[in-house]
């Protein structure tokens, strides 16, 4: 079964790091998610992602951080400077199309800043 | 706004007892509702998801869920709990309409299985 894939699975960094966090998505899906998941809390919606824009963000989702599609294949989350409250788990996801069909999410990165 | 309650923080059931676990939802159209399952440290894994036809939807791992639209509810269901099943479950809810089609999800039910 087609899979999404976040790497790398734990990411330790200093506070006000900047820190990337990649995720294949599935190869034919063309809308691209992140959410977070601070530790013992629920899983957050940061951002969408379509046809090389963002198409719906949250209020989590400010300045510091951006996503790209870089080429064919990755899809980024970018935060500038990191906070130790950035502390959290994040899961990419890709769906193929309109409607919620195939809604998949990578199994996550950890990222602990220190 | 869409939004999920799950009002069970924490549940106890001894193993092969049944399990119901809840969902309410908040959402102005037709609902696309999800129950996923977290162990410790772990990604999400689908249990089951509804989008449309026959109401109660069956799932992995013996799980089974019923929309009910006048209730707003997705509770899911188990009828005999294994020790394995000791886990976080979250619900979610998402839509096909606004632009991003985000799920929000509930703040989870732990449950813990007594042996």
């Known amino acids: 079964e087609p899979e999404v894939t976040q790497t790398p699975s734990h990411q330790v960094t200093q506070m006000g790091q900047e820190v990337i966090l990649r995720c294949v998505p599935i190869?034919?899906?063309?809308?691209f998610y992140w959410y977070r998941q601070i530790l013992g809390q629920k899983v957050e919606f940061l951002v969408s992602?379509?046809?090389?824009?963002?198409?719906?963000k949250s209020e989590i989702f400010d300045d510091q951080f951006s996503v790209e599609r870089p080429d064919g294949s990755n899809f980024t989350l970018k935060i500038r400077s990191t906070k130790l409250e950035d502390s959290a788990m994040y899961f990419c996801?890709?769906?193929?199309?309109?409607?919620?069909?195939?809604?998949?999410f990578g199994s996550g990165t950890r990222l602990t800043v220190v | 706004a869409q939004s999920v309650t799950q009002p069970d923080i924490h549940i106890t059931v001894s193993e092969g007892a049944s399990l119901e676990l809840r969902c309410n939802y908040s959402?102005?159209?037709?609902?696309?509702l999800f129950w996923y399952v977290q162990s410790p440290g772990q990604g999400l894994q689908l249990l089951l998801k509804?989008?449309?036809?026959?109401?109660l939807v069956q799932g992995i791992k013996g799980f089974e869920a019923e929309f009910k639209r006048s209730q707003s509810s997705f509770n899911l269901r188990k009828p005999s709990v294994h020790w394995s099943d000791a886990a976080e479950y979250f619900c979610a809810v998402g839509g096909i309409t606004g632009g991003g089609n985000k799920l929000t999800f509930g703040t989870g039910t732990q449950l813990k299985v007594e042996l």
């Open positions: 509804y989008f449309s036809g026959d109401t």
């Open positions: 959402y102005g159209a037709t609902p696309y």
């Open positions: 996801a890709s769906k193929q199309g309109i409607g919620l069909y195939g809604y998949t």
């Open positions: 992602f379509y046809n090389n824009e963002i198409s719906e």
């Open positions: 190869s034919n899906h063309l809308y």
